[in-house]
């Protein structure tokens, strides 16, 4: 899949280790209990997204992350639940 030009594909976004499968915090998260705070670009976030929808990798660049926002991913492995575009010291975090 190509990218933005000048920019790497989605597909190298997608699967960057942070969002593989038994690979990534995303697991780890989810299999610990408490929460997970990461502090991260954009792309992860979308990445995550696309990952934890099931959703195609030509999703990844139909998702907007607004700045110095929150995205809260919730459930448990298998099923996720998210909640992109929070507002920074709102209570969802």
């Known amino acids: 899949m190509a990218g933005r030009p000048g920019g790497e594909p989605a597909r190298r976004r ?3 280790p942070a969002v593989r499968p038994g690979r990534g915090w995303l697991e780890e998260a989810a299999r610990s209990a408490g929460r997970t705070v990461a502090v991260v670009e954009p ?3 979308r990445a995550v997204t696309v990952r934890v929808l099931g959703a195609p990798e030509a999703a990844f660049w139909r ?3 607004r700045p110095l926002t929150a995205a ?3 459930g448990r492995a298998g099923r996720w639940n998210v909640a992109l ?3 920074l010291g709102q ?3």
Do not use: K, N, Q, S
Request: aromatic share 6%; glycine share 12%.
């Open 14 to 16: 997608v699967g960057a």
């Open 43 to 45: 792309e992860i976030v």
């Open 63 to 65: 998702i907007d992350v």
């Open 72 to 74: 809260e991913f919730t």
């Open 85 to 87: 575009g929070t507002e």
């Open 91 to 93: 209570d969802r975090i």
